[in-house]
Nanobody
Framework: QVQLVDSGGGLVQAGGSLRLSCAASGIIFGIYDMGWYRQAPGKQRELVATITTGGSTNYADSVKGRFTISRDNAKNTVYLQINSLKPEDTAVYYC????????????WGQGTQVTVSS
């Protein structure tokens, strides 16, 4: 059974930091590209950051320079370090595991709430 468990969210003041974690089980973690997405109230889910199996990273323009995605394959965990938080970063953050190919595989975490107060 595949499971992605998101954690680390919370209520912080603007300018603060958080570290989100996503622990995966039931998959061969090292062969999946991993990502973080977020969904704010009334908005569509959007890509925040991704990291490939080889460690290449990609970020949404709105978070570049503030967010850092990393992975620890030995711990089957992906992280999102969030610095210089802004109220517009308020959202539910979801972890994603993706494997492409003829048949694509996608798994999602349950989400963790990040709320930034001004």
């Amino acid at each position: 059974q595949v499971q992605l468990v998101d954690s680390g969210g919370g209520l912080v003041q603007a300018g603060g930091s958080l570290r989100l974690s996503c622990a995966a089980s039931g998959i061969i973690f090292g062969i999946y590209d991993m990502g973080w997405y977020r969904q704010a109230p009334g908005k569509q889910r959007e890509l925040v950051a991704t990291i490939t199996t080889g460690g290449s990273t990609n970020y949404a323009d709105s978070v570049k320079g503030r967010f850092t995605i990393s992975r620890d394959n030995a711990k089957n965990t992906v992280y999102l370090q969030i610095n210089s938080l802004k109220p517009e970063d308020t959202a539910v953050y979801y972890c994603n595991a993706h494997r492409g190919g003829i048949t694509a595989w996608d798994y999602w975490g349950q989400g963790t709430q990040v709320t930034v107060s001004s």
